[in-house]
């Protein structure tokens, strides 16, 4: 079941997202997040007012799903970054594309340009679920982080949505 993220949530969201900081490429970070990091992030993304979705199963939080800002900039505005974390043990389930097609489907509605993925180049799964979706890849940057003793390369995804009929400036 997909359902928007509650602060009852945020202990199993960091599970999951502290696993992946310290077992996978996933997360460019070398340290676990701790609780009071997880409630700040959470605040803030409600405050902005961008979608938290969770994948509950079994009873419990095995996945969370969010976008927010590509860049700072006001003329980024029309352009989002999507993050989808899977619990090691449901991987494989089809729960991180039930999760992104909601984000694409609210990002669609809310009128936004172009979604974003940043994928660590070795994860050929993320990489194949996004051409899936429509996800062309625009580029790679090489040697964007150092993790787990070797160079990790970071490739761009892109998905062109409809964006506002007449986007706004300012």
């Excluded at 599970?15 to 609780?35: V, W």
């Excluded at 993790?147 to 986007?167: A, M, N, R, T």
Aim: net charge negative; with cysteine; hydrophobic share 40%.
């Amino acid at each position: 079941m997909v359902r928007e993220a509650t602060k009852k949530d945020l202990m199993d969201i960091l599970e999951i997202y502290n696993d992946a900081i310290l077992n996978t490429t996933a997360i460019y970070d070398y340290k676990a997040h701790t609780i009071d990091d997880r409630i700040q992030w959470y605040e803030k993304r409600k405050q902005d007012g961008y979608p938290l979705l969770v994948f509950e199963k079994d009873n419990r939080v095995v996945a969370f799903a969010t976008f927010g800002p590509f860049r700072a900039y006001p003329a980024f505005k029309y352009t989002i970054e999507h993050s989808i974390y899977v619990h090691k043990d449901y991987r494989n389930l089809r729960i991180g594309k039930i999760l992104l097609k909601e984000l694409i489907d609210i990002a669609s509605v809310d009128e936004y340009a172009t979604i974003v993925a940043c994928i660590d180049s070795l994860n050929e799964n993320s990489i194949k679920i996004h051409e899936k979706f429509g996800f062309k890849y625009s580029g790679t940057i090489t040697k964007a982080g150092f993790k787990f003793g070797k160079w990790l390369d970071l490739v761009f995804y892109q998905l062109d949505l409809s964006g506002p009929e007449i986007p706004l400036e300012g």
